[in-house]
């Protein structure tokens, strides 16, 4: 079975740095586009940043581009989100998300990790 693992959430002040982690963990799969969603409180889940499986990335808006930077280690399948100058408002609930397919299953579906919390806060 395929699980995605957070790690990295927490307390960070305005101006510090902050990475967060998301391996996939399992067997028997083929692991394409990964990404990083937040959910702040009264507020809708959305997206701020995704990547291709060749490395392709995209960030959702002007807000987080130049201060977020997303990777990833295909070697690790894992996938990273480096926060740099973190602002009060993006405090949330940041969640990983993949597209796996199962061996022999040509379709990929959509998981998602458990979220972790980040609070950036004086």
């Known amino acids: 079975q395929v699980q995605l693992v957070e790690s990295g959430g927490g307390l960070v002040q305005p101006g510090g740095s902050l990475r967060l982690s998301c391996a996939a963990t399992g067997s028997g799969y083929r692991l394409g586009n990964m990404a990083w969603y937040r959910q702040a409180p009264g507020k809708e889940r959305e997206l701020v940043a995704r990547?291709?499986?060749?490395?392709?990335?995209?960030y959702a808006d002007s807000s987080v581009r130049g201060r977020f930077t997303i990777s990833r280690d295909n070697a690790k399948n894992t996938v990273y989100l480096q926060m740099n100058n973190p602002k009060p408002e993006d405090t949330a609930v940041y969640y990983c998300?993949?597209?796996?397919?199962?061996?022999?299953?040509?379709?990929?579906?959509?998981?998602w990790g458990q979220g972790t919390l980040v609070t950036v806060s004086s």
């Open positions: 990547i291709t499986s060749g490395g392709s990335t995209n």
């Open positions: 998300n993949a597209d796996i397919a199962e061996s022999g299953v040509w379709r990929f579906r959509e998981i």
